[in-house]
């Protein structure tokens, strides 16, 4: 199939209404025109100390291996017919810097399935982890908001918020698609511990909180600026005996998802 016009991708592109983050009913008016403009969250360590001193108003959570058992970049490349090495060869390239963000849309592109729904039903499709609905309907249940913070594409998170009924969700990717629905744009921050502490400081002042107010679950380094600015970090570590070496920037470590629950209480 051959590839299909897009504009030039090194100019600023108007924003796509359809790659807006997923919002539920309840959100601040105005919040729209403030998007991305969120001043960055200050890191600094944990401290168990102070955070059991205040209640749990809020839980931000990463998605990728964290709330699902597998990864959206694996759906993906399911979704453009990649064999998993040659997709994981692509973001290993891309985020090193040997692929131009041009480049790798040409190589989506190439494959004819780069489409919104094909990608659309790949990302529905990814396995949640087991707990991963337990924990977010016993937060929906005492009005504790979920707000979902991912390193994958805003499709994806959007996905995530309607199926875990979360009240918001930040991709810190955007996949544009012609009005064909084929895919004509695509944009990947390599820096993804900043733009997910931006993310969080937007929710915090969407919903009136203090980072300090939140429970941060994630499962890799990319989450260590949550628990940073939130200063209770919980690590997910389904093996325990194989805790990685930032396991000491988070406030706890948990093996399962239902083992975050009590934390809501102890806090």
Not at 13 to 35: C, H, I, K, Q, V
Not at 122 to 133: E, I
Not at 237 to 265: F, G
Request: charge should be positive; charged fraction near 25%; proline fraction near 7%.
């Amino acid at each position: 199939m051959g590839r299909r016009g897009s504009r030039p991708l090194d100019k600023p592109r108007p924003a796509d209404p359809g790659t807006s983050p997923a919002r539920r009913p309840g959100r601040l008016a105005g919040a729209d025109e403030r998007r991305g403009q969120a001043d960055p969250v200050t890191l600094r360590p944990s401290s168990p100390a102070a955070a059991v001193s205040r209640p749990v108003r809020g839980v931000v959570c990463d998605i990728d291996l964290t709330l699902t058992r597998t990864g959206s970049a694996e759906a993906l490349g399911q979704a453009l017919g990649l064999p998993r090495q040659v997709q994981a060869a692509h973001y290993r390239d891309y985020h090193a810097g040997r692929l131009t963000r041009t480049q790798l849309l040409d190589l989506w592109r190439a494959t004819g399935n780069a489409t919104r729904e094909r990608m659309t039903a790949a990302f529905a499709g990814v396995p949640l982890r087991d707990g991963a609905t337990r924990l977010a309907d016993t937060l929906r249940a005492r009005r504790i908001p979920l707000c979902l913070i991912t390193s994958s594409a805003q499709l994806f998170a959007d996905l995530m918020v309607a199926r875990l009924g979360a009240c918001c969700g930040y991709g810190n990717g955007r996949l544009t698609f012609d009005r064909t629905g084929y895919l004509e744009d695509l944009d990947f921050s390599l820096d993804t511990q900043q733009l997910k502490a931006r993310h969080l400081a937007q929710f915090c002042r969407e919903h009136g909180l203090a980072a300090q107010d939140l429970l941060a679950v994630g499962n890799g380094p990319n989450d260590l600026a949550l628990f940073d600015a939130t200063g209770r970090g919980v690590l997910l570590t389904p093996d325990p005996d194989a805790k990685p070496a930032y396991s000491n920037r988070a406030w706890t470590t948990v093996p399962h998802l239902s083992d975050v629950i009590p934390l809501l209480d102890n806090s």
